[in-house]
């Protein structure tokens, strides 16, 4: 098993560069890079500026050598790609920044003036709050339905709690979102829960019960509107694993020989039918710490990696959107990784090793 970890470990180098090429090859080839977008906001200012003055009246005059008038000197525009790293090929800007994220040197942000890294950490905590609790929400609630629908398959309660998570999960999470401010944050109806935020403005001086009560109040809506899409999908997967390992012939011999009913489902079934869904987990984990909540965020104004992943790529800030990409590819690489070993772990009959050779 030590050799196949070593040849995954060394498998992710490769994947991990080709990963970075495309998209890097792809941003490239976007219109509207950094410079664009930093020479809109000059002009943008210029015309603003002249807007004021021509609505001014009096004496002030516009000269006609302004930046608006003559368009944008040549020279700042050098200065501009020289700063950004756009005066080299990007084949060597390329090399460079793989080179410098080996490291963990993910460069500062064109736009914020700031360490990406340091971005990055600052917006972590909110991302894995919002992930940790929608993650235990539906495991708790979606594998326990799960074998009470195996259990019961065909019967009444099947049949109403398949429509329920079906609807679910045919509504966006984003529309959810929405559909919950309108209910309870003071949208229309009900002003039970907060509209914004993860903590109240006074958060530090809270006691800490204070603190638990409003962190509570403050993510309650995003966990659930979160939530929505993830059970339909964790739930009929661990009634179809159940369903498929209860009729196999090993249950009907321990049947047959009169074993407890309790002690087959959780000694035997149980186990059997887990490994598809930590099979899942890895990706499960990536899709709602990372992708799956990018919206909720932008929704609840939740200052995570997802809103500030949104926010590089709609200013072209390539230091975030490689930053942030380079980390989602790591650890999702790393987690199917730990899933294998996992599946191991749970069935030690599973060799990964004697199957690839």
């Not at 700031?114 to 905590?125: A, D, K, N």
């Not at 011999?253 to 002690?263: F, L, N, S």
Request: proline content about 4%; glycine content about 10%.
């Amino acid at each position: 098993m030590a050799r196949y970890t070593l040849r995954r470990l060394l498998l992710m180098i490769p994947t991990l560069i080709g990963i970075m090429l495309l998209n890097f090859v792809i941003v490239q080839a976007a219109p509207g890079g950094p410079i664009d977008q930093m020479l809109a906001r000059f002009e943008g200012a210029d015309a603003m500026a002249s807007t004021r003055l021509d609505m001014g009246g009096g004496d002030v005059q516009v000269s006609d050598d302004s930046r608006g008038a003559r368009g944008i000197d040549p020279r700042f525009i050098e200065q501009l790609e020289q700063q950004f790293g756009f005066d080299q090929p990007a084949h060597q800007r390329f090399l460079t920044m793989m080179g410098d994220y080996l490291t963990f040197d993910f460069g500062t942000s064109f736009f914020r003036d700031r360490p990406v890294i340091e971005l990055m950490i600052e917006r972590l905590p909110v991302s894995i709050s919002l992930g940790l609790w929608t993650t235990l929400l539906v495991y708790l609630i979606s594998i326990p339905l799960g074998i009470r629908k195996a259990l019961r398959h065909g019967s009444r309660f099947d049949v109403w709690t398949s429509g329920l998570v079906i609807v679910g999960y045919a509504i966006p999470g984003f529309l959810f979102a929405i559909l919950l401010i309108v209910l309870f944050a003071g949208g229309t109806y009900l002003d039970w829960f907060p509209l914004r935020g993860l903590t109240s403005p006074d958060f530090d001086s809270l006691s800490t019960w204070g603190k638990i009560k409003d962190y509570a109040w403050h993510i309650t809506l995003p966990v659930i509107a979160a939530s929505i899409g993830s059970f339909a999908t964790l739930t009929m997967l661990t009634k179809n694993s159940f369903l498929d390992e209860i009729h196999k012939q090993y249950v009907l011999t321990a049947k047959a020989k009169g074993a407890d009913e309790r002690r087959i489902l959780y000694g035997h079934v149980f186990r059997n039918a887990m490994l598809i869904i930590i099979a899942g987990l890895p990706a499960a984990l990536v899709g709602i710490f990372f992708t799956g909540a990018l919206l909720i965020e932008v929704i609840f104004s939740l200052d995570g990696l997802g809103l500030l992943g949104f926010e590089a790529v709609m200013q072209r800030d390539y230091p975030v959107i490689f930053g942030t990409l380079y980390l989602y590819t790591l650890i999702g690489l790393l987690l199917k990784l730990l899933s294998d070993l996992t599946y191991v772990w749970v069935d030690p009959r599973i060799d990964f090793a004697t199957r690839e050779s």
